[in-house]
């Protein structure tokens, strides 16, 4: 069955293994499948919900773009481009905040974490993001949105509002409810240096994450350097539970071999850990040191990045102004 595929990556700079092993990773086998039609979005809106160094958020919108080439997206095949400049998405994000319930927000689980003990100085951007998430979507009638777990709870949120409007206004399936695609194993990489947090751009430390941009001496030196337990490799996918840090580590060779963890476990039962991660740094460097230095050969030609994105503005435009306009008629918009 062809799949109608959106998703979306911020331009906060530092992407990481997660991002990759999360996402781009699948957003590229999906890219590959000619039955698809796939859309992948820069979120440009979506990025200044947190404060951003103007000069450095256009450096981290190209180095976006490079990334999902350097990591295999064709941009002939699909389409690329950066939200700002397709206005229907913020128009859509207003009309839809006017369907959401304060109700649903309030659960967001990333409101909460990265809003932190502050809450009152939140923007009220970093608050409402999922429904401009759910109007990135719902413009385009995605079938599929394949995402790392984290995103899940805003894709439940994004085929409520989806439901709600078509309910409200009387259009059954107007607005496609979307399915998410979200990988059984591995969907969560977690810190290098705490195996019970996620792996994140924003984390101090950049001894927690692999960036793709990473060269061969960076990638051996993290993985030297992550945290593990006293004791040999497990013998057993239960010791997993409570052994988290070597659950990431084997969760991550797992995903880069495609093979299950249950046999990763086998593989490397009772050894040290620096046998192991010798065995995975050299499994990141093979699948990471390619990707960094497309990305940095890419970064040095702007024009052909730039080029990419305003091929995909036009064709995401062409299909987002149409659905507006249906959306603005529905509402009663003269
Ligand atoms: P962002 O930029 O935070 O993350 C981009 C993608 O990377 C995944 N991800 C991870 N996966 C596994 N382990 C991790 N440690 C990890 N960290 C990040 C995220 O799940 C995401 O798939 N809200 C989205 C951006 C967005 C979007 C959309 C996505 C805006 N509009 C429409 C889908 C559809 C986000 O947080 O991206």
Redesign the pocket.
Known sequence: MSKKI?????P?GNL?L??Y????KNFVDLNNDNDNECIF?V?DL?AITTKQNPKELKNNIRETVATFVASGIDPKKSIIFN?SRVSAHSEGAWILSCVARMGWLNRMT?FKEKAGKDKEKASIGLYS??V??AA??LLYD?TH???????KQ??ELCRDIAQKFNNDFEVDNFLQVPEPLIQKD?????SLKDGSK????SELSDFSRINLTDDRDQIMNKIKKAKTDPLPMPQDIKELDERLEAKNLLGIYSSLTNSTLKDSVEIFAGKNFSEFKEILADQLINKIEPISQEIKKLLGDKKYLDKILLDGVEKANLIASKKIERIKEIVGFL
């Open positions: 959106f998703s979306g990556v911020q906060t990481h997660g991002n092993l999360g996402a781009i979005c979120v979506h939200q990333q993001y999922p401009l998430m990135d979507i995605a949105v394949p995402v790392g777990d984290d995103q805003h894709l591995f969907s969560r990489i977690m996620k792996m994140s751009k």
